[in-house]
C-alpha cells in the first residue's frame, strides 16, 4: 500500500506579538460601560492564551475600515506568511520549487479569485502542469482536511510531491460593532498564521505516516447553526450561538464510534480553545501531558484555524514519540465539521 509520509511542517506567525493584557485594555477601552464588561474580562483571561501573533499591529487591526480594505488586507499578509511558509517547507526537505507536482491550499479569511494556490504558483515558481487543489471556507478543519486530501491525492500521482499550504489572517475578524461574548472569545483566541508541509510517498526525514482518515458533518439543524461566518461592509465576522461551546463534545461520540477499541499514544488536537482540547484528550484516553503540544500551541500563539494542527505537529517534533508511535490528528471547523488522520510517528 502506498504510504504518505508528512515531512516537518514550517510555521510563519504574523510580526506582531499581542498580549491578553493588551486585548483586555482593548475591550476596556471600547466597551467602558458595557453591563457585561466584568463577564468579557474574565472570559478573556481565561481563554488558555497568553499571547497571539497579528500581522499589523493592534491599532491597525481594530481600526474602522471597510470590508474592501479588511479584505485586501487579509489576502496580501496571508499570501506573504503563505509564500514564507512554503519556501522554508522546501529548503527543510532540500526540494525544489519545479519539483512539486501539487499544491493544496487552505484559506478562509478573505475572499479572492484566484486563489492562494495561484497567487503562490508564481511567488514560488512552481511549475505551470501541476495539479491544483484550492480549499475555502474550511477555516479551523482546513489543515487536517488538507492533508487528508494530499494522503488521498498522492495515490493517483505515485512519486509525486505534494506542497499543503494552509494561511489564515484572523485578526481580520477584529471589529469593536461585535460586543457578544463570543466575540470577545475570539479576539483573544485567533492568531495569524501560515503552515506548510510537505507530503510524498517517500520519507524525507523526521515527521508522520498519514493513516486512515475520519470525515463527519453533525446533522445540518446542529451544526449549521454552531459556527459561521457572516460578511458585511465592515469585513468578514465570526459568528456563534450558545451551542458552540459543546459541538466538539457532541461530535466526539461519532469519532470514537470510527476508532472502535484503538486508542492513539499521542495526538494533535485542534487548539479551539482549553475545553475542546480537554475534552478530545479524555475521549481519546490521553493524560494532560499527552496534550501538553496543544496547550502550549494554544498559549503561545492562540487557535490559529487550520494552521493549528500543523503547529502542533511541528511542537510534536521538538519532543517527539518513539518511533513508530501512532498517534491521531483531529481537528474541528464549521458545520460542524470533524475531521480525523491516524498518523505514525517517523524518526527520520
Not at 22 to 40: C, Q, S
Amino acid at each position: 500500500m502506498l504510504a504518505a509520509y508528512v515531512a516537518r511542517p514550517a510555521i510563519v506567525h504574523g510580526a506582531h506579538k499581542i498580549s491578553t493584557a493588551e486585548i483586555l485594555d482593548d475591550i476596556r477601552a471600547h466597551h467602558p460601560d458595557h453591563p457585561k464588561l466584568g463577564v468579557f474580562l474574565r472570559a478573556v483571561a481565561n481563554c488558555g492564551v497568553s499571547y497571539r501573533h497579528f500581522t499589523r499591529p493592534l491599532a491597525m487591526v481594530t481600526a474602522t475600515r471597510g470590508v474592501k480594505e479588511r479584505n485586501r488586507a487579509a489576502f496580501d499578509d496571508s499570501l506573504d506568511m503563505a509564500e514564507r511558509a512554503a519556501l522554508q517547507a522546501l529548503e527543510g526537505t532540500g526540494l525544489r520549487p519545479d519539483d512539486i507536482d501539487a499544491i493544496i491550499t487552505s484559506h478562509t479569511t478573505s475572499w479572492q479569485v484566484p486563489q492562494l494556490d495561484i497567487a503562490l504558483m508564481g511567488r514560488l515558481g512552481l511549475r505551470r502542469d501541476i495539479h491544483r487543489l484550492p480549499l475555502a471556507t474550511l477555516a479551523c478543519a482546513g489543515g487536517a482536511q488538507a492533508l487528508i486530501l494530499a494522503r488521498n491525492h498522492l495515490k493517483t500521482i505515485p512519486g509525486g510531491r505534494i506542497l499543503v499550504v494552509v494561511a489564515e489572517d484572523l485578526s481580520s475578524i477584529y471589529h469593536h460593532s461585535d460586543a457578544e461574548i463570543q466575540h470577545m472569545a475570539y479576539k483573544a483566541l485567533f492568531g495569524c498564521s501560515a503552515g506548510a508541509v510537505i507530503v510524498t510517498d517517500a520519507p524525507t526525514g523526521p515527521g508522520f505516516v498519514l493513516g486512515d482518515s475520519f470525515e463527519h458533518v453533525l446533522p445540518e439543524i446542529d451544526g449549521i447553526r454552531r459556527y459561521w461566518g457572516r460578511l458585511d461592509a465592515e469585513g468578514l465576522h465570526f459568528d456563534s450561538t450558545r451551542a458552540a461551546a459543546r459541538a466538539a463534545a457532541d461530535a466526539l461520540p461519532y469519532l470514537t464510534e470510527w476508532m472502535g477499541g484503538w486508542r492513539p499514544d499521542f495526538a494533535a488536537i485542534h487548539t479551539g480553545g482549553p475545553g475542546i482540547i480537554a475534552d478530545v484528550a479524555r475521549a481519546l484516553d490521553l493524560t494532560p501531558h499527552d496534550a501538553r503540544h496543544s496547550v502550549a500551541s494554544l498559549d503561545e500563539s492562540g487557535n490559529l484555524g487550520g494552521v493549528a494542527v500543523f503547529d502542533v505537529l511541528d511542537r510534536t517534533l521538538d519532543d517527539p514519540p518513539a518511533d513508530g508511535a501512532d498517534g491521531l490528528l483531529v481537528a474541528f471547523g464549521p458545520g460542524f465539521v470533524t475531521a480525523a488522520c491516524k498518523i505514525t510517528a517517523r524518526s527520520s
